[in-house]
């Protein structure tokens, strides 16, 4: 069972954005699958460096968005994206480095995180861009 059913109660209306959180969702559920059955150090830590990559790439694609756009919450919407990633390097590190292993607190942190990021902050952008004609 994934640790993220994705749900529609989490699209914020931009088509490419909802993709992105989409595979998100896929790579945090394969993390927790990796843990879930015992995979070893280097499936895991694969699995957690293409979700660090990711999650960089996906917030460079918002972040282009609010700039162009003039998004009036981009400094604070960039704030919450370089906590995570700081965050999330910081465990991929620890990980990588043999201090610290996949544990279930670290799954339900990037859960969390993820889905309170988007039906939050994300949620908030949906009518602005919308109006920009961003679907």
Do not use: C
Request: proline share 1%.
């Amino acid at each position: 069972m994934p640790l993220i059913n994705w749900s529609e109660n989490y699209s914020v209306s931009v088509k490419e954005i909802d993709s992105q959180h989409k595979k998100l969702v896929e790579l945090i559920n394969n993390l927790h699958e990796g843990m879930k059955h015992g995979k070893g150090k280097e499936i895991l830590g694969g699995v957690l460096n293409e979700l660090v990559n990711y999650t960089a790439y996906h917030f460079s694609f918002e972040e282009k968005l609010f700039d162009k756009y003039v998004y009036p919450e981009t400094i604070h919407h960039k704030r919450e994206h370089q906590k995570l990633v700081e965050k999330v390097k910081s465990f991929a590190n620890d990980f990588n480095n043999g201090k610290t292993t996949v544990s279930i607190d670290v799954m339900n942190f990037l859960k969390d995180w993820l889905i309170n990021h988007i039906q939050g902050s994300d949620k908030k952008y949906s009518e602005f861009f919308n109006s920009n004609g961003i679907y």
